[in-house]
């Protein structure tokens, strides 16, 4: 593992930079604790990949690392080109300065492929050195916690025509979203099948909960159900097919054009393609699920989540007003 580090402030406070010539030489426990927390940041299958408004040679990250996969002797210099990059991306004052590491990690076997790691320290975490034989035996100090890193993104060496295969993480927006996705590493979202179930669960879920209602009379149940069904349908199947996930989940013709139409509208207003057809993602389906909580909200009083059978509740009005009947076995 060859390590780079270099110090990179805040262009906007002209803050500068300082570079380093040399490689980071450093303990074998030492780097096996930096290994784990670089790689640990990486929690998510979400991939990305490199990509420019006109020439994916234009893209100036793309451009390092392209070197350095080729011959590890740019490591050094295409390191600090990577730290120049960084600092000139910084255009808003909010953005923190903090450590660069730039890391070689050589693939350890045949089925692996090297990869290079960006990753960016910005906050100082307060924590307690402790000497229980000396007469202060308390001290306060600030550093870097080994939790969780601010700003990372890990470069594969594959698929490099069209951008190579990124994962990023930005745990420290500070008032900027853009500046490490966009400003910096210039990256989109890859078209894997963690985009595409991804991306068709929420257009699905968009339109339960917003067209929906106002095409048809449809209940709060009724759309918990759609959502229930929708998720079940995600987590018992391998592959999606969108005729099978219509006919299943929405099942009535009229509603399945109406979601059709939307489908469209939105694939236009967002310059998208939503896939039909592809291998679905058990992550990316776990993630989403979180989002499709089946919720009924009555007033202030009272709260139905509901995870099952539509046909256990039952809506209506009496004298006193609105209600919901609810069916069940046990009580727990």
């Known amino acids: ?20 010539d040399t490689e980071l030489n ?23 990949h490199f990509y420019s408004d006109t020439y994916l040679t234009n893209n100036l990250i793309f451009g390092c690392v392209s070197e350095i996969f080729e011959d590890h002797r740019n490591f050094i210099n295409s390191s600090k080109n990577i730290g120049n990059i960084l600092y000139n991306a ?40 402790i000497s229980p034989n000396e007469i202060d035996p308390i001290e306060v100090d600030k550093g870097v916690s080994l939790v969780r890193i601010d700003k990372a993104a890990l470069i594969f060496n594959q698929d490099k025509e069209t951008g190579y ?17 966009e400003d910096f590493l210039k990256v989109k979202q890859r078209q894997d099948e963690y985009y595409h179930t991804q991306e068709t669960l929420s257009v699905y879920k ?10 048809f009379e449809i209940t709060k149940a009724d759309q918990a159900e759609f959502l229930n069904k ?21 099942q009535d013709e009229t509603v399945i054009e109406s979601f059709s ?11 998208v393609s939503v896939s039909e057809a592809f291998d679905i993602n058990p992550s990316a389906v776990k993630k ?43 009580e727990k």
């Not at 139409?261 to 310059?271: A, G, L, R, V, W």
Request: aromatic share 16%; hydrophobic share 30%.
């Open 26 to 48: 450093i303990s074998d426990d030492k780097k096996d604790l930096l290994q784990n927390y670089f790689l640990g940041s990486f929690k998510s299958e979400e991939t990305f």
């Open 230 to 250: 929708s998720i079940e349908f995600f987590k018992e199947k391998e592959k999606f097919d969108y005729d099978e996930f219509t006919n299943e989940v929405l």
């Open 165 to 181: 295969v990124l994962q990023v993480v930005d745990n420290n927006k500070n008032g900027d979203l853009y500046y490490w996705f």
């Open 90 to 129: 910084a255009e808003n004052p909010r953005v923190q300065g903090g450590e660069l590491f730039v890391v070689y990690f050589q693939a350890e076997n045949e089925n692996e492929v090297d990869k290079i790691g960006i990753f960016k320290t910005e906050k100082r975490e307060p924590f307690l050195k």
């Open 288 to 330: 989403q699920s979180r989002g499709f909580k089946s919720i009924i909200k009555l007033d202030k009083n009272f709260s139905i989540y509901v995870h099952g059978d539509r046909k256990l509740i039952d809506q209506g009005t009496d004298e006193i007003g609105k209600y919901y009947k609810l069916y069940f076995e046990d």
């Open 1 to 20: 593992m060859k390590i780079a580090l270099h110090k990179i402030g805040n262009k906007v406070s002209n803050e500068g930079c300082g570079f380093s």
């Open 261 to 271: 139409n939307f489908k469209s509208d939105y694939e236009q207003e967002m310059q």
């Open 206 to 215: 968009q339109f339960i909960t917003k067209q929906l209602p106002q095409e």
